[in-house]
């Protein structure tokens, strides 16, 4: 099995910063693509953030330039540090990541995983 867990979520002041981050566990072959969505109150997930496990970025245009995503491949970890905040942030942020896995008999194959979210609640 495999799981992903987000942390670092919390109540922050409009124009504050947050660090989140996204640990992978269990059988994990490989990570390829990582990154971050997010769901406000009423609204569909929506993407934030991802990177290839090659490299590059790509960002939501409401959160370039104070957004940047990196990752640790060695940790298997994703982060999302989120500068400049603003109320319009506020939702429930989900770790995600395309992972090479193996099944019992030792199949490999790639699968989509989600971590549980973590609360951002920005207040004004």
């Known amino acids: 099995q495999v799981q992903l867990v987000e942390s670092g979520g919390g109540l922050v002041q409009a124009g504050g910063s947050l660090r989140l981050s996204c640990v992978g566990s269990g059988s994990i072959v490989s990570i390829n693509a990582m990154g971050w969505y997010r769901q406000a109150p009423g609204k569909q997930r929506e993407l934030v953030a991802t990177?290839?496990?090659?490299?590059?970025?790509n960002y939501a245009d409401s959160v370039k330039d104070r957004f940047t995503v990196s990752r640790d491949n060695a940790e298997n970890t994703v982060y999302l540090q989120m500068n400049s905040l603003k109320p319009e942030d506020t939702a429930v942020y989900y770790c995600?990541?395309?992972?090479?896995?193996?099944?019992?008999?030792?199949?490999?194959?790639?699968?989509?995983?989600w971590g549980e979210g973590t609360l951002v609640t920005v207040s004004s």
């Open positions: 995600y990541a395309n992972i090479r896995t193996r099944s019992s008999s030792f199949v490999a194959y790639n699968a989509n995983y």
């Open positions: 990177i290839p496990s090659g490299g590059g970025t």
